[in-house]
């Protein structure tokens, strides 16, 4: 009985350090809609790449830029992009706060330099990063991301198929606890057709 007891411990406590994870391509007039959605464990950070069949990418849009806050309408999400924070974001060396969030060019894109990246805008291969600053950091946080949501849009030159595969040199698929592997699934994000 004891034996039993424990492996239904054991089973229970996994459970608890779980989460399942799915990527979803969906068309919203003639772009590529990129979309997570979580069950368990919060994602912190998305390194995803993303292809197309034929045709080229040509821009990025939809995303949050900054903190997830509850303060800001629709500003629950993931807007921390790690590939260009150091180039586009500065922080008061005096209080650690940054200075705006509101930058040009901060986007969720990965430099095509950078190791690991697909080539970027122009071409049929991009890179994105984002990850989730909030406070406090506890996955019941009345700030984290929501449980679904769209991470971005891409537009593309002509109508393709898109496909979303981890990038696990640019960070992949990170959850709050980072040792703790998530069950993926990828079916809605594998050869999606997108109509221009």
Known sequence: MRKVVFVLAILMIAACASAAVRIIVEEDKGLA?????????????????????AGTFSAISGYLKGESTITEPNHLGYGIFPASFSQFISVNAQ?????????????????PCDPGSLGGLGTNGVTIELGALYYPAADNSPNAPGNSG???????????????????VRGGIVLTNPTVKPTMDWTKAKNIQINK
Request: proline letters at 2%; aromatic letters at 8%; hydrophobic letters at 40%.
């Open 33 to 53: 809609a990129i979309k997570y959605e979580t069950v368990g464990e919060k994602v912190r950070d998305f390194g995803l790449d993303i292809k197309l069949s």
């Open 95 to 111: 209080t650690g706060e940054v200075t705006t969030w509101d930058v040009n060019d901060y986007n969720p894109l990965a430099d």
């Open 150 to 168: 769209l991470l971005c849009k891409l537009a593309i030159s002509q109508s393709a198929k898109v496909t979303v595969a981890e990038n696990v």
